[in-house]
């Protein structure tokens, strides 16, 4: 609380940190640009498994009735086996 206000104005700018960059680099790279290529692939990522989940609904609404319980992992006990659909009326 003794420091005059300059000296505190002067410690601040020394110690600021720059949200977009990881340090001070002599070519000017920074964070910022691997912070836009991360973004672009993880909703490269997220497009990729919405085609997967489409494809894959897809292929067993094509399938009809035959799909039903074929996908369930039977080496896990622990996923219930689920019987076929009846039909109720």
């Known amino acids: 609380a003794s420091d ?3 000296l505190v104005l002067r410690k ?3 110690v600021k940190w720059n ?3 990881i340090g001070v680099s002599a070519n000017g790279f920074n964070a910022y640009f691997i912070f ?3 973004m672009v692939a993880m909703v490269a990522f997220i ?3 919405a085609i997967s989940f489409f494809c894959r609904s897809l292929a067993e609404l094509r ?3 035959d799909s039903d319980g074929k996908y369930l992992d039977l080496d896990n006990p ?3 086996v689920v019987p076929a659909a009846v039909d109720v009326k």
Do not use: C, D, H, T
């Open 19 to 21: 949200v977009e960059s």
């Open 4 to 6: 005059k206000l300059e």
């Open 63 to 65: 399938e009809g009735e």
């Open 78 to 80: 622990k996923q219930p």
């Open 36 to 38: 836009k290529v991360l």
């Open 12 to 14: 601040a700018r020394i």
């Open 47 to 49: 497009f990729v498994q």
